[in-house]
């Protein structure tokens, strides 16, 4: 049972566009979401996170939305550049003393030039 | 400070052998992941442990995945037999308590 689902599965987008990704989570119980960016050949690395008390989330050229209701999180990419080709996975945690986080697939971008 | 530390990079297994994986925490962490990646399935929790107590083993891995920490900056990971169904990316990642998790590079397996 996936928890915590993303889409686009792939995005393509140019230079200088906004690309958008789209998670979803099912356990209500959830609320801190970090998003993590990963390259070839590397583990994920910490991107941007969000806590479910705020409903938006800025860092440079990347925000994310929260809509707590829907159980929706989208992470955008202003101004994309190519070294923003990477795959991007959302998480989700629960409050309390567990440290597990649950992921999503994840969406691969590719920015071209 | 040095991030987390997996060795090796690579591995190369024959079906049926034993492979161990290594993994140096980010120092004075307290939690300690493991993650099998695959292109499928995406990331799994192998096992998870709090100043080395396990606290999940991440159910369905039971069978032949065994990871233990030896110590507060150390832990390995052991599977036996191999299979070429465990062919993948193994990742260890540490954190605070409720702090963000720091990956490692990870070992790429591959089980012929």
């Known amino acids: 049972q996936q928890q915590v689902r993303q889409s686009p599965q792939s995005l393509t987008v140019w230079e200088g566009e906004t690309a958008i990704l789209n998670c979803s989570y099912e356990d209500s119980t959830f609320n801190y979401f970090p998003w993590y960016q990963q390259f070839p050949g590397e583990g994920p690395a910490l991107l941007i996170s969000i806590r479910s008390v705020s409903d938006k989330k800025e860092d440079g050229r990347f925000t994310i939305f929260f809509n707590k209701r829907e159980k929706k999180l989208s992470l955008h990419i202003t101004d994309s550049q190519p070294g923003d080709s990477a795959t991007y996975f959302c998480a989700a945690r629960t409050g309390g003393l567990s440290g597990k986080l649950t992921f999503g697939e994840g969406t691969q971008v590719t920015v071209i030039s | 400070d040095a991030g987390v530390t997996q060795t090796p990079r690579h591995e190369v297994a024959e079906k049926g052998q034993t492979i161990i994986l290594k993994c140096e925490p980010v120092s004075g962490h307290n939690d300690l992941f493991w993650y099998r990646q695959t292109k499928i399935q995406g990331l799994e929790l192998l096992s998870y442990f709090r100043s080395k107590s396990l606290m999940e083993d991440g159910g369905a891995f039971k069978d032949r995945f065994k990871a233990e920490m030896l110590n507060s900056s150390f832990s390995t990971l052991k599977i036996q037999p191999t299979e070429p169904k465990d062919s993948a990316v193994y990742l260890c990642?540490?954190?605070?308590?409720?702090?963000?998790?720091?990956f490692g590079p990870g070992t790429r397996l591959t089980v012929l």
């Open positions: 990642a540490s954190s605070l308590v409720g702090y963000e998790q720091y």
